[in-house]
Each structure stands twice: as structure tokens, then as C-alpha cells.
Nanobody, 126 residues
Framework: QLQFVESGGGLVQPGGSLSLSCATS????????LFWFRQAPGKEREGVSC???????RYVGSVKGRFTISRDNAKNTVYLQMNSLKPEDTAVYYC????????????????????WGQGTQVTVSS
């Protein structure tokens, strides 16, 4: 059974930083591409960043240069470091497996196997 447990969200002022973690279980992390996506109230799901099994990363344009995705296969964990946060980054953030990080538009990626965690709330507000 695939499991994803996201954590690290919170309330931060514009310009601040947060570090998200996604602990995974039920599959061999090193075999898969992973991605982070977010969903704000009243908005569609939006892919934010993905990382291949080999560590190559991609980002949606709105977060490029501000967010950094990484993975630690030994710890079965994927991370998202978010800097220079903006109010428009406010959303619930989720992680999931993606089929091909390098092949598809990051923004419209969908979770493989229909599985993701409960998410972690990120609120950017003064």
C-alpha cells in the first residue's frame, strides 16, 4: 500500500521560507519519479516540481529559482525547500509518484496509482 505523509507546512510572512517533507512507504522510492503539487481553495490542482529517480529536477515557472526539490532514498523521503514565499503560494501541498518527470508539463502532472497523502497547509500572509 502506497503511503505519503506530508509535513512542514505553516503560516509564514511574505518573503519567508518553509521546508516541506514527504515520508513515503509501501514502495521502493529510488525506482520512481516523484513530484509535489498544490491546490488552493477554488483553484485546480497545480504541479509545482518533480524529481527523477536519478535526481534531475524540474519546476513550474512560477516557483523556479525559489523552490528546491530533493530526495533522500535511504530515508524514503522527498523534500521541498520553499524560499521567498509569496501570498499566491498559499495552498495545501501534496507529494505523489509521477510517471515521467522529464516528459510532461510539470504544471499538469497527475499522481500515479491515484495515491497521495493528506497534504500540508502552507499559508503566506502578513
Amino acid at each position: 500500500q502506497l503511503q505519503f505523509v506530508e509535513s512542514g507546512g505553516g503560516l509564514v510572512q511574505p518573503g519567508g521560507s518553509l521546508s516541506l517533507s514527504c515520508a513515503t512507504s509501501g514502495f521502493t522510492l529510488f525506482s520512481y519519479d516523484l513530484f509535489w503539487f498544490r491546490q488552493a481553495p477554488g483553484k485546480e490542482r497545480e504541479g509545482v516540481s518533480c524529481i527523477t529517480s536519478g535526481g534531475t529536477t524540474r519546476y513550474v515557472g512560477s516557483v523556479k529559482g525559489r523552490f528546491t526539490i530533493s530526495r533522500d532514498n535511504a530515508k524514503n523521503t522527498v523534500y521541498l525547500q520553499m524560499n521567498s514565499l509569496k501570498p499566491e503560494d498559499t495552498a495545501v501541498y501534496y507529494c505523489a509518484i509521477t510517471k515521467f518527470c522529464l516528459a510532461y508539463d510539470v504544471r499538469i502532472m497527475t499522481p500515479e496509482f491515484g495515491s497521495w497523502g493528506q497534504g500540508t497547509q502552507v499559508t503566506v500572509s502578513s
